[in-house]
């Protein structure tokens, strides 16, 4: 049997393939502390899980337009003009089986055979496999750890050509936790004005994990707005991962051709999860804000934690529930079983394998010198987990 040639030209996420992995040790009676997934580990506000036990009651259980119903699409207006200042309108958003959908809907709607996508690393998973189910090509730009992984405008001047098409970053950024000011995106947003055959895909999932101050979306600039395809979702800021909706604002031209694709794909996502999605994006983020300062409280538990830890180089992350530590120094060096550790991809093996500690190698997000360590995970967990890696750096010769 000859399977399709289009698997060949993606990978499974690493994020996806550690948590299977852990999960399989688990079924064998390992204990594993999973710091790899980025999932928060709250419950779901109770105000939004009264909302979709009231759409059970009231029979929201048919078909609904495949872009969403019109009062969630008013919603998500709604909440981007009260959160950032952004005028759409309903006719604008798409409403996705998750943000990852979004995301795959414009890389689809807009990237031909060939067209260039820029990718600042480091970078999540996805972007880069999308791009490449498209048939374009992927065009990765190594940011600086002294620049905060974050590009700069010449960088981005200099990696851009005729044949560039799209633009995809993230911000707060996963895996990194980089946070883009307003200041950094008016740089950006100049650069892009210089070449207005480049689309911008701002992923902006983590906006409201951000540690420094109030979130900013390259959106805001209004001779770039109808380029930005805008892309944002429930599951983080709400603890929504399971309930499956993302959604995108963009231009009316490219959310049609995203409705048109979806339409083939999924249409529209779960009718109940969209009606818990209106609670969510119009009632109080008072839940949201309490979760953020549990994960605030973590992260300074996380950096104490790294600095206990010889040769690791690690910067606080002003966003998202990720470090992302340069553990470079520990390559060469030898397991108890006297096998040489040559990368980070070995390293997070032996970390799971050994220490039973679930991490991700950073060379997935495009920096092979790190790990994604999560700390979307209680403080005795995030405790438990450091203490079996140091043990573990600390068997190695």
Known sequence: MQLSSLLSKFNEPETLKMAKLGRELRANGI?????????????????????????????????????G????????CYKLKRDNNLDYVPAQIIVSTGAKQSIANAVLAVVDKDDEVIIPTPYWVTYSEIVR??????????????????????????????QTKLFMFSSPCNPTGAVYS????????????????????????YEFINF??????????????????????????????GWRLGYMAASADIATACDKLQGQFTSATCSITQRAAI????GTLQPTHIMVQKFKDRRKKVMSLLKEIPYIICT?????????????????????????????????MYFLNTAHVSVVTGKAFGEPNCIRISFANSTANIEKGFAKITRALAALT
Do not use: C, W
């Open 31 to 67: 204990d594993i502390t999973d710091l790899s997934l980025g999932e928060p580990d709250f419950d779901t506000p109770v105000h939004i899980k009264e909302a979709a036990k009231k759409a059970i009651d009231e029979n929201f259980s048919h078909y609904t337009p495949v872009a």
């Open 69 to 76: 119903y019109i009062d969630l699409r008013e919603a998500v």
């Open 133 to 162: 189910l498209a048939g374009g090509v992927v065009k990765l730009v190594k940011t600086g750890f002294e620049n905060g992984y974050k590009i700069t405008p010449q960088e981005l001047q200099n990696a851009i050509t005729p």
């Open 182 to 205: 307003k200041d950094e995106l008016a740089a950006l947003a100049a650069i892009f004005k210089l070449h207005p055959q480049v689309f911008i895909m701002s992923d902006e999932i």
């Open 212 to 241: 420094n101050g109030k979130h900013e979306s390259i959106a805001q600039f209004d001779f770039l707005k109808n380029r930005v395809i805008l892309i944002n979702g429930l599951s983080k800021a709400f603890a929504m991962t």
């Open 279 to 282: 609670a969510a994006l119009t």
């Open 316 to 348: 606080e992350p002003p966003g998202a529930f990720y470090v992302f530590p340069d553990v470079s120094a520990y390559f060469g060096k030898v397991t108890a079983n006297g096998d040489t550790l040559q990368n980070a991809d070995e390293l997070a």
